[in-house]
Antibody
Framework: VQLVESGGGLEQPGGSLRLSCAAS????????MNWVRQAPGKGLEWVSF????????YYADSVKGRFTISRDNARNALYLQMNRLRDEDTAVYYC??????????????????WGQGTLVTVSS | EIVLTQSPGTLSLSPGERATLSCRAS???????LAWYQQKPGQAPRLLIY???SRATGIPDRFSGSGSGTDFTLTISRLEPEDFAVYYC??????????FGQGTKVEIK
């Protein structure tokens, strides 16, 4: 099971970038996926969620209206289109598989695995 | 929106000592919706615990989780050199955002 992000780089404020996450070793179309970011020296911030069939999508308020999550199950790929970038979007962006299961007590959920991350730097 | 507060911010301990990390939720959450991750410098986070107390595959039994309601704990019974890292809790209760605590750094004393 592996997730590999790409597409990061240096972009000016107001610009755009498209991140990709290539999945392998599992049936990608069976799983929901997430993007999580980490600003330099800071903690983890959940960014966005997409269900396995793209029917349910969520965003953090900090990126809503600027970022778009999507996926291509035929290509085993997850994407994050980042528009109107701001300085505060500078971070390492990770993709993470959404896992859950049900038992007699209820519903459990977690992220596993995570990709190695791709660095996005927004600066003039 | 549920806020997770981790304490302490930094824990200075020696190898072999016991580490106790706290994660407090701003409102009661199901224990099933609480996970813990370990992150080492330059690496991605790694799942340690899900459902507040279930160890992920391959995680040594010196790591244990407990708690319910608003108070959750990650315990490392005897610190090994590779355990010095930053630890984050995360919740999945109700609707997004699936927020994280701010992290606890376990450093070598």
């Amino acid at each position: 099971v592996q997730l590999v992000e790409s597409g990061g780089g240096l972009e000016q404020p107001g610009g755009s970038l498209r991140l990709s996450c290539a999945a392998s070793g599992f049936t990608f179309s069976d799983y929901s996926m997430n993007w999580v970011r980490q600003a330099p020296g800071k903690g983890l911030e959940w960014v966005s969620f997409i269900s396995s069939g793209s029917t349910t999508i969520y965003y953090a308020d900090s990126v809503k209206g600027r970022f778009t999550i999507s996926r291509d199950n035929a290509r085993n790929a997850l994407y994050l289109q980042m528009n109107r970038l701001r300085d505060e979007d500078t971070a390492v962006y990770y993709c993470a598989r959404d896992r859950y299961y049900f038992d007699s007590t209820g519903y459990y959920r977690w992220f596993d695995p995570w990709g190695q991350g791709t660095l996005v730097t927004v600066s003039s | 929106e549920i806020v997770l507060t981790q304490s302490p911010g930094t824990l200075s301990l020696s190898p072999g000592e016991r580490a106790t990390l706290s994660c407090r939720a701003s409102q009661g959450i199901s224990y099933r919706s609480l996970a813990w991750y370990q992150q080492k410098p330059g690496q991605a986070p790694r799942l340690l615990i899900y459902g507040a107390s279930s160890r992920a595959t391959g995680i040594p039994d010196r790591f244990s989780g407990s708690g319910s309601g608003t108070d959750f704990t990650l315990t490392i019974s005897r610190l090994e050199p590779e355990d010095f890292a930053v630890y984050y809790c995360q919740h999945f209760y109700d609707s997004p955002p699936f927020s994280f605590g701010q992290g606890t750094k376990v450093e070598i004393k």
